[in-house]
C-alpha cells in the first residue's frame, strides 16, 4: 500500500513547488485536485490548459510522484441544475485526462440538499435523491468506458449515499465494470455509530472487496457529543483492525491522508507506516 497525501493539504504553490512539498512529506502519492493544488492563471477549468497539465505532470514525473486519483467532487443534488451541468462535464474532462497523469481514477462523494455546505439533510436518505444520483453517475460511465477510466465513489453519512449498504445499492444498480470505490471510515461515522468501526469497516470490505482503490487516512476524537477529526494515531479510529482488514482486499489501495497538515504528516506517516511494515 502506497501513503500519500491529498494535494492541497500542503499548501497552494506552483507546479515546481508544489511537487517538491511531497518529496519533502516523504509521501509517494497524490490525490490531486488541480485547482486547489496549484496556482494558475487560466480562466477556465485547469484540466482544459494543456500547458499547465503538462506542467504538473512533467513535475511529478521528475519526481516520481504518482498520482492515485484527480479529485472532481461535486453535489449531484445541489439545488443550482446550471452548476450541476457545468460539475458532470468537468468530472467528464477529468475522466478524459485521468490517462495523462497516469491514473484511472477520478473521484467524488455524492452530495447533500444542503446545497454548498454538504451537511446532513433529511432529503438526503430520499428515493428520490437515490434516483438523481443514480442518473447523474450513469451518465458519466460512457465517457469513463471511452476513456479507461473509473467513476470513483465516496460515500459519507451525511450524503446521499451515507452507508456501505446504499452504496452496494447504487453500484448494483450502475452494473459496470467502470466504478470504484473510495473508503473513508471517518465520514462513515457520527457521534451515535462510533461503537460500530469494526461492522462498517467489516461491511466496506465484503461488499467491495475488488473495487475498494483509495482510502482516506484520518481520525476522531468525541467533543462536547461531536466528531472532532484529528490526524491519524491521534485519536480513537482502530487503525490496526483497519490496516488488518486491508490486507485482505483484492485490491493494492493507496492509503491517502487527508485534512493532515504541518507538523502531523510527520507525525501520521510515521504512525501508519509502523502500522503497514
Known amino acids: 500500500m502506497r501513503l500519500g497525501i491529498r494535494g492541497h493539504d500542503l499548501g497552494r504553490n506552483t507546479s515546481e513547488a508544489f511537487a517538491q512539498s511531497v518529496v519533502d512529506a516523504q509521501l509517494e502519492s497524490l490525490q490531486l485536485v488541480l485547482p486547489k493544488a496549484i496556482v494558475y492563471e487560466t480562466t477556465g477549468p485547469p484540466i482544459l490548459n494543456e500547458t499547465l497539465t503538462q506542467e504538473v505532470k512533467d513535475q511529478l514525473d521528475a519526481k516520481g510522484i504518482q498520482v492515485a486519483m484527480l479529485g472532481a467532487y461535486f453535489n449531484p443534488v445541489h439545488s443550482n441544475k446550471a452548476l450541476v451541468a457545468q460539475s458532470v462535464e468537468n468530472f467528464k474532462h477529468h475522466l478524459k485526462k485521468a490517462s495523462f497523469f497516469g491514473t484511472q481514477l477520478v473521484g467524488t462523494e455524492t452530495g447533500s440538499y444542503n446545497d454548498d455546505e454538504w451537511t446532513w439533510h433529511e432529503k438526503n436518505q430520499s428515493e428520490e435523491a437515490f434516483q438523481e444520483v443514480f442518473r447523474i453517475f450513469k451518465d458519466l460511465l460512457p465517457v469513463a468506458e471511452q476513456a479507461g477510466a473509473y467513476v470513483t465513489i465516496e460515500p459519507a453519512y451525511h450524503h446521499v449515499i451515507s452507508t456501505p449498504a446504499r452504496l452496494k445499492r447504487l453500484l448494483d444498480a450502475l452494473d459496470s465494470p467502470y466504478v470504484r470505490v473510495i473508503f473513508d471510515l471517518f465520514n462513515l461515522l457520527h457521534a451515535e455509530n462510533t461503537t460500530s468501526q469494526h461492522q462498517l469497516i467489516d461491511e466496506m470490505v465484503g461488499y467491495f472487496k475488488d473495487k475498494i482503490m483509495i482510502v482516506h487516512a484520518k481520525d476522531f476524537i ?3 457529543g461531536k466528531l472532532v477529526q484529528v490526524a491519524p494515531g491521534k ?5 490496526p483492525y483497519l490496516i488488518e482488514k486491508l490486507e485482505t482486499l483484492q ?11 504541518g507538523e502531523d504528516i510527520t507525525f501520521s506517516r510515521h504512525f501508519l507506516l509502523t502500522l503497514l511494515k
Open 235 to 239: 485519536g480513537k479510529l482502530d487503525y
Open 222 to 224: 468525541v467533543v462536547d
Open 251 to 261: 485490491t493494492t489501495p493507496d492509503l491517502i491522508l487527508e485534512g493532515v497538515v
